[in-house]
């Protein structure tokens, strides 16, 4: 999709869409069916908040099969910093296309910065939004988040509206390859970029820039996940908030403001480019996290940038819009607010049960909504997969209903497979225990098992009503055996991550101890040897290495810290995939009584040749965890705040 600018440049839309296409869960029955009681799923329309309206553009429509365009009908072009949540649950039938959608974006004009940014770009106010066919059915639930960003300078960023998508299914039945948990990629860097804009009153412009430019090549790099190399998420975060450090550092201490003057913007964009030229913005914020009380850091950085006089202000009207906006996008959570949520109730019969509430106070609408049932035990035989359009009937002023009768006395109803929406339910142990002898049996290949996985995780987490002993033998007897992609591995490390902090807490527990360290064992086998493609298997094992550092899984711990003067004059030792050597580094730093930060920034300073010198002592020196060392050193950094002051919790 291409946007006229009233320049008479183009815009163009990077086309991948945020509709969640794994809106189902695997519902587990009795043996003994009682047909009086239906399953019961709930299905809340969410709420949005509707920034404020930009002016209307003309639109022209494509032909001969060309794209419509847009053209900006005002005087003059407008920046777009913006963030929209937009639901559309319209009527429509199969083989009816959508209607029209309005969508509403809040603008702002920054005449501070003159004409480098002239040739902005302008977006659509109104898009005619066409439902995807999914299993030979247009989709009546249309979820759409949008990012709009300026034309950034060339060459760290394009410019565009960037649409993220959710999850993508490539395979066949047998193949799951959909369940990477997409938005758990790519929702924390979002998250990340909205906070620094959303906190901070005022900021450079030359911050501001960089930290776009990079945000956004990253964001372009994950909605294109599937057409470029597996990537190693956690280097890209530290390679963002390397760049952004490094160009607030920048601006501190050069306070260059973007200028006409090409000799001004290349130096910028050339600092930017090695985020190893001014190391002290460079490892900031990754020293913040590792090793100060969390919101130390950000808060005096806050205070800094509020203090220098020269650094523009913001536009405090689209911060005040954003704020609200954010709670309502967490895609590891159920929140209303970011899409459908349907939550079963009785998982022991045999009906569905959907009510929806009416869109925007219409009591005349109805819905349809397409699900898909399979009631075999073997769920990925298509031939016994029904789709079915449930017809609404008002039962209220505010709600519609419908009931799906699923007549099955199987071991499986799967419902919504390929629909929108996100269900979760609290299985008894014993249902536990079916689905996992059948995601693990030779004959179960249905979609979705990873996220299950991910369920189980969450249901551990939150209630402690499951222990963790279920998640890890899904996630090892079952990826283990079939899962030799990446991105499906990310519902086990998220799994992971979220009992990260019980690992400190119960590392002298001796129970826990014997019951997660057989799991890890198990896995780092698996990242050793299971994989045919070293590649997958190096990015994998990136993943895991802080729970192996932990409870020192083969010897990691050991290894680090043993090694540490090898490392640190910038050599690799044997063993380790490249991709986690930066752990590697992190872990020996943490236990090693030895490692000096004033040593650590010296060796940095004086070593003009040696990347990996500087790159090994760079990550060290933000993963000390000698507070009062540090924070020595971010006295000298900032000079704005006296961090040993703060109070903090070791």
């Known amino acids: 999709q291409s946007f006229l600018n009233s320049d008479t440049t183009n815009s163009?839309?990077?086309?991948?869409?945020?509709?969640?296409?794994?809106?189902?869960?695997?519902?587990?029955?009795?043996d003994t069916i009682n047909s009086s009681v239906p399953i019961t799923l709930s299905l809340a329309k969410p709420t949005t908040t509707i920034l404020t309206a930009a002016s209307l553009r003309t639109k022209t429509t494509g032909t001969s099969g060309q794209p419509d365009t847009y053209q900006d009908?005002?005087?003059?072009?407008?920046?777009?910093?913006?963030?929209?949540?937009?639901?559309?649950?319209?009527?429509?039938?199969?083989?009816?296309?959508?209607?029209?959608?309005?969508?509403?974006?809040?603008?702002?004009l920054d005449t501070s910065i003159g004409v480098n940014f002239k040739n902005n770009i302008d977006v659509l106010a109104t898009y005619y939004y066409k439902a995807e066919k999914i299993v030979g059915?247009?989709?009546?639930?249309?979820?759409?988040?949008?990012?709009?960003?300026?034309?950034?300078?060339?060459?760290?960023?394009?410019?565009?509206i960037i649409y993220i998508r959710d999850d993508m299914y490539y395979g066949d039945y047998s193949t799951p390859q959909s369940e990477g948990r997409f938005r758990s990629l790519v929702v924390p860097v979002i998250h990340e970029y909205f906070r620094?804009?959303?906190e901070f009153s005022t900021r450079p412009n030359a911050w501001r820039n960089a930290w776009l430019s990079q945000a956004m090549a990253t964001f372009l790099k994950y909605t294109l996940l599937s057409e470029i190399p597996l990537f190693d998420f956690t280097s890209d975060i530290v390679v963002i908030t390397r760049q952004s450090a490094l160009a607030m550092d920048l601006d501190t201490n050069n306070p260059l403001e973007p200028s006409n003057d090409p000799t001004t913007r290349d130096a910028i964009q050339s600092a930017l480019a090695d985020p190893l030229k001014s190391l002290k913005g460079a490892f900031l914020l990754t020293m913040a996290d590792l090793s100060l009380p969390v919101g130390t850091v950000i808060a005096a950085i806050k205070n800094f940038l509020t203090n220098n006089v020269h650094m523009t202000a913001s536009?405090?009207?689209?911060?005040?819009?954003?704020?609200?906006?954010?709670?309502?996008?967490?895609?590891?959570?159920?929140?209303?607010g970011s899409y459908p949520q349907v939550t079963l109730s009785n998982i022991s019969d045999t009906s569905v049960d959907i009510a929806l509430a009416y869109p925007l106070g219409d009591t005349t609408t109805y819905y349809t909504v397409p699900v898909v049932v399979s009631s075999e035990t073997?769920?990925?035989n298509v031939s016994s997969r029904e789709n079915i359009w449930m017809a609404t009937q008002p039962t209220s002023t505010t709600l519609h209903r419908a009931t799906l009768t699923i007549n099955t006395t199987r071991d499986w109803v799967i419902a919504n497979q390929y629909s929108i929406g996100y269900y979760r339910a609290n299985y008894p142990r014993e249902d536990w225990s079916k689905i996992i002898s059948?995601?693990?049996?030779?004959?179960?290949?249905?979609?979705?098992?990873?996220?299950?996985?991910?369920?189980?995780?969450?249901l551990a987490f939150s209630s402690w009503a499951l222990d963790f002993q279920i998640p890890l033998n899904l996630s090892v007897g079952l990826l283990m055996k079939k899962e030799m992609s990446y991105r499906n591995w990310f519902p086990v490390y998220n799994g992971l991550s979220m009992i990260s902090d019980k690992l400190s807490e119960q590392s002298n527990d001796s129970s826990f101890q014997n019951f997660m360290?057989?799991?890890?064992?198990?896995?780092?086998?698996?990242?050793?040897?299971?994989?045919?493609?070293?590649?997958?298997?190096?990015?994998?094992?990136?993943?895991?290495?802080?729970?192996?550092?932990?409870?020192?899984?083969?010897?990691?711990?050991?290894?680090?810290?043993a090694n540490m003067a090898t490392i640190m004059s910038g050599n690799q030792i044997v063993g380790v995939p490249t991709s986690s050597y930066d752990r590697l580094v992190c872990c020996g730093a943490q236990n090693n009584t030895s490692l000096q930060a004033a040593n650590l920034w010296s060796t940095i300073a004086n070593a003009t040749s040696n990347h990996d010198v500087k790159h090994y002592n760079a990550i060290a020196l933000g993963c000390l965890s000698n507070f009062t060392d540090v924070s020595s050193q971010l006295n000298t950094i900032l000079g704005s705040t006296d961090f040993a002051t703060l109070p903090y919790t070791v």
Request: proline share 8%; charged share 15%.
């Open 12 to 30: 163009y839309l990077i086309a991948t869409d945020l509709r969640p296409l794994y809106g189902r869960e695997v519902f587990p029955c009795d």
């Open 73 to 108: 009908t005002s005087s003059i072009n407008i920046n777009y910093f913006g963030f929209a949540v937009f639901f559309n649950m319209p009527l429509t039938t199969p083989n009816v296309k959508l209607s029209n959608t309005t969508l509403n974006f809040y603008s702002t």
């Open 137 to 160: 059915i247009p989709h009546p639930l249309a979820t759409l988040s949008i990012v709009l960003v300026p034309n950034l300078p060339a060459p760290f960023a394009t410019y565009g």
């Open 196 to 198: 620094q804009f959303t």
């Open 315 to 336: 536009f405090p009207s689209f911060f005040t819009a954003s704020i609200g906006l954010l709670d309502k996008f967490y895609a590891w959570a159920t929140v209303s």
């Open 378 to 380: 073997t769920p990925r």
């Open 438 to 458: 059948a995601l693990d049996s030779a004959d179960t290949g249905f979609q979705g098992y990873s996220h299950v996985v991910d369920d189980a995780f969450a």
């Open 517 to 561: 360290t057989p799991f890890l064992e198990e896995l780092n086998t698996l990242i050793e040897t299971g994989t045919p493609n070293r590649n997958e298997t190096d990015k994998i094992s990136s993943l895991f290495y802080d729970n192996f550092c932990t409870l020192n899984v083969g010897n990691y711990r050991s290894n680090a810290t």
